[in-house]
């Protein structure tokens, strides 16, 4: 039997089982809205993915909450809630089985007007946002995987109205989600429900840096790209680089530990953050702000607020040290024929190029062609073979001439080795940035190509490419399987992409990609965290002991667990 049942924001239709098929315009006729909110129309009859459904199939029609953003895009996974919004349910478009199931906290309230009062007087009318469209941005990720139904996103401009929004929330227990520039890749910066969203965008300024010693303090909401722009006038750059430098922002960066481009040649965030700020979630403001290189006074607590993804308290001001900008930079664009290629050529530069080498990344074929198929104006730098495995070498020193000469006679070896098949070394700056556009360009291009499961390994980089074409074997024709990231770093990204989310290939995929990671030592989390997607998968990369302990830190640090919930840590285990 169906039912209709009008909620305050969405007719719901309703038949058997315990989820909805939710719509709001009943009649199929109706225009599709292009503002940003909405529905996609997918006819469940024929599986077509049209927007518009042939009319002979109106009548099996399903229309899905939540989902314009997608549906203006490739539109990816629907997200159905249950009639009383208390659990999540991600599913795949064709309707198909759950492939995630949380549970609201049912001790977390839900925002009255009264909050929405309080809020107001903390942070002023217009910091306060309501606002129907703006919410829906902030809602979903920028995969359009991951959606929220808040009703309220917080901007405080200081780290004392962050503290004031935090402990008015944990005497409510309203739950909340720290966004940065919402670039994510695993559900961690939006809400699972109705959490309050508060985004740091607002926070945006630069405090001091210091021309000498090259520390750089600021504020969490800015954005990384500007501060390699402030750097760049000074002499300095940022110690890291990522492919979303124009909108992340740095205390986003440094809450999931984001690694990227520059990781090879000057490590992790856990080396480059010299102190740090952070809200805890009753609101004291833990001032850890220190702008030492060396500081052995006791427990260096500011580690664990880098990779823990705004679940132990919200970052708002960062002191990073940063290396100066050498005056010469080279990059080569290789191909070579098999992964034991790459892997010597990786311990050859590391060997030859040493203190020069500032990059190395990997592509394989298919992620090679993912990106000249879907992205404009992009070419093969080294046409018109087809290689297996590209890769990209820069060098950044500060003598051009020895640094070009040692990037020649290191290209020139590796060439009478046969470890190189092909290459070409950027002549200017443009072709370095059409080099670049290559790697950088494939999380665009496998979105543009329709449904991808993303996973994010660390694993001995001579097994690291075993997975990839083990996965081949496992999916064959129906998917395309790419691997690439960041070889310098044993740091492989592995994409699976699909012309449309299918049951049968994600059972094909997890747990597999997980228990063989786990096989191999591995980490299902190098470099994006576990956010809302693998939170209950970390006992594949932690031992029970230690997952227990995190549990302890994340209640002595959250009580209530209000911080960024349903992320990081299992839900049986958050308080
Ligand atoms: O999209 C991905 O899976 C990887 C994104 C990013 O970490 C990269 O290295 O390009
Ligand atoms: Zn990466």
């Known amino acids: 039997m169906e039912k209709w049942r009008r909620t305050s924001q969405h007719l719901l239709r309703y038949s058997s089982g315990n989820y909805l098929r939710l719509g709001k315009y009943p009649n199929f006729n109706d225009p599709i809205p292009n503002s940003s909110s909405g529905f996609i129309r997918i ?72 909050d929405i009062k309080h809020f107001k007087e903390i942070l002023g009318e217009k910091s306060v946002i309501e606002d129907e469209d703006r919410l829906s941005i902030a809602n979903v990720d920028w995969m359009n995987k991951y959606k929220g139904s808040s009703k309220l996103l917080l901007q405080p401009r200081s780290s004392d109205e962050v503290s004031r929004i935090l402990k008015y929330c944990n005497s409510r227990r309203l739950a909340v989600v720290p966004q940065g520039g919402n670039t994510g890749l695993v559900g961690g910066s939006v809400p699972v429900f109705d959490e309050v969203i508060i985004n740091l965008g607002s926070m945006n300024s630069i405090i001091s840096f210091d ?27 940022m110690p890291l ?68 993804e705004g679940s132990l308290g919200i970052v708002t001001k960062v002191s990073i ?44 074929n298919q992620s090679m062609d993912m990106v000249l198929t879907h992205l404009e104006g992009v070419r093969n730098p080294i046409p018109p073979s087809e290689y297996n495995f590209y890769v990209l070498i820069e060098t950044t020193g500060s003598d051009e001439s020895y640094d070009r000469e040692k990037l020649e006679a290191f290209l020139l070896s590796s060439m009478e080795g046969g470890l190189i098949s092909d290459g070409v070394v950027a002549q200017d700056m443009n072709q370095a940035s059409s080099f670049w556009r290559i790697r950088e360009g494939i999380t665009e291009a496998v979105m543009k190509a329709g449904a991808v499961y993303k996973y994010d390994l660390s694993l001995p980089v001579e097994k690291m490419y075993q997975i990839v074409e083990e996965m081949r074997l496992r999916l064959g024709p129906a998917a395309k399987v790419l691997g690439y990231g960041h070889l310098g770093d044993a740091n492989l990204h592995l994409n699976i992409s699909t012309s449309q989310y299918d049951d049968n290939v994600f059972a094909q995929i997890e747990p597999f990609v997980y228990e063989w990671t786990s096989g191999n030592r591995g980490s299902i989390s190098a470099e994006h965290g576990l956010g809302l997607m693998k939170a209950n998968e970390i006992h594949y990369s932690k031992s029970s002991e230690t997952v227990q302990l995190m549990a302890s830190i994340k209640k002595l640090f959250d009580s209530n667990g209000i911080l960024n919930p349903y992320k990081v840590l299992p839900q049986s285990l958050l308080p």
Not at 74 to 103: A, C, E, P, W
Not at 328 to 356: H, P
């Open 241 to 308: 680089d990522l492919g979303a430098k124009g909108s992340c922002q740095i205390g986003g960066n440094v809450s999931t530990n984001a690694g990227g481009l520059r990781f090879v040649r000057y490590g992790s965030l856990h080396g480059n953050i010299l102190g740090l700020e952070a809200v805890l979630a009753n609101g004291t403001v833990l001032d850890m702000l220190s702008t030492l290189c060396k500081d052995n006074t006791g427990y260096d607590l500011k580690q664990l607020f880098i990779g823990s």
């Open 211 to 237: 021309e000498v010693s090259g520390i750089l303090v600021c504020e969490a909401g800015c954005i990384l790209e500007n501060l390699d722009s402030f750097l760049a006038n000074k002499g300095f750059i």
């Open 43 to 114: 006819c469940e009859k024929c599986s077509s993915t049209k927007i518009r459904p042939s009319i002979e199939h109106q009548k099996n029609v399903q229309i899905c909450l939540n989902s314009l953003r997608g549906y203006i895009g490739n539109f990816q996974l629907s997200i159905h809630r249950n009639v009383d919004n208390q659990s999540y349910k991600m599913q795949h478009r064709n309707f198909g089985s759950t492939t995630k199931l949380i549970q609201r906290n049912p001790s977390f309230a839900t925002v009255s007007a009264e």
């Open 321 to 364: 040290l940063t290396p100066p900008k050498l005056s010469s930079t080279n990059l080569a664009f290789l191909a070579c024929n098999d992964y034991i290629s790459c892997q010597k050529l990786l311990l050859e530069a590391k060997r030859k190029l040493g203190e020069v080498l500032s990059a190395f990344e990997f592509l394989d």
